[in-house]
């Protein structure tokens, strides 16, 4: 019986690494992989899933008004859904890969953020926190050896930031990862500079 997984980091964690080796896996197996990706997220380019150590794939790109489950139609001969950056797919795109999972019994595996840089449920993370049947947490660590549940954006100066957007598409030298001790020392720190 297939089921929905979210596998969820902060940032640094290793989740796209995780979902290529998966994807890697699966394909050495026989099996054949869908790997999608939102179109927000387009720092390596549109179609591309690339992880920090190296490793990458070409990925079908979802629009934000895109039906999945229409759209998985189209390549049905498909043995699982793997989703990177799930945390930009819309609630309604996650019930879509629920239904994939419910009614055609394909697995689908989801790797994304939890929160974002104010601590805040990303809409696609917090519907997966609700209709998933499997929920891992990927560790990664603070700087000062905690481990990290912040994904802390900084300027240009290395200042955290507390303000803005939900989403700015960025990597290493947008966000940093920090345990939330961390997080709410270098801001108070901050503002007292």
Same mark, same amino acid.
């Given at each position: ?49 690339? *992880? ?24 049905? @001969?498909?043995?699982?859904? #793997? ?16 239904? #994939? ?32 049947? *499997? ?19 900084? @300027?240009? @100066? ?15 030298? *947008? ?19």
């Amino acid at each position: 019986m297939a089921k929905l997984y979210f596998k969820y980091g902060a940032m640094g964690s290793s989740k796209t690494a995780n979902a290529l080796i998966t994807k890697f896996n699966y394909e050495e197996r026989g099996m054949k992989v869908w790997l999608i990706k939102p179109a927000l997220d387009d720092r390596d380019g549109v179609a591309a899933v690339r *992880s920090r150590i190296g490793l990458s794939a070409n990925a079908f790109v979802m629009q934000a008004d895109a039906n999945i489950f229409e759209e998985y139609k189209k390549h049905s @001969d498909c043995d699982v859904i #793997i989703a990177d950056e799930c945390q930009f797919l819309t609630p309604a795109q996650i019930d879509d890969l629920r239904k #994939i999972v419910d009614e055609l019994d394909i697995p689908v595996l989801c790797y994304g953020l939890r929160t974002d840089f104010l601590t805040q449920l990303f809409p696609g993370s917090l519907r997966l926190f609700e209709v998933a049947d *499997s929920i891992t947490e990927i560790k990664t660590i603070c700087g000062c050896g905690k481990k990290a549940i912040v994904n802390a954006r900084i @300027d240009g @100066d290395g200042k955290i930031v507390t303000e803005g957007g939900q989403i700015l598409i960025g990597g290493n030298d *947008s966000y940093v990862a920090m345990c939330h001790s961390c997080w709410k020392q270098a801001i108070a720190k901050q503002k007292r500079e």
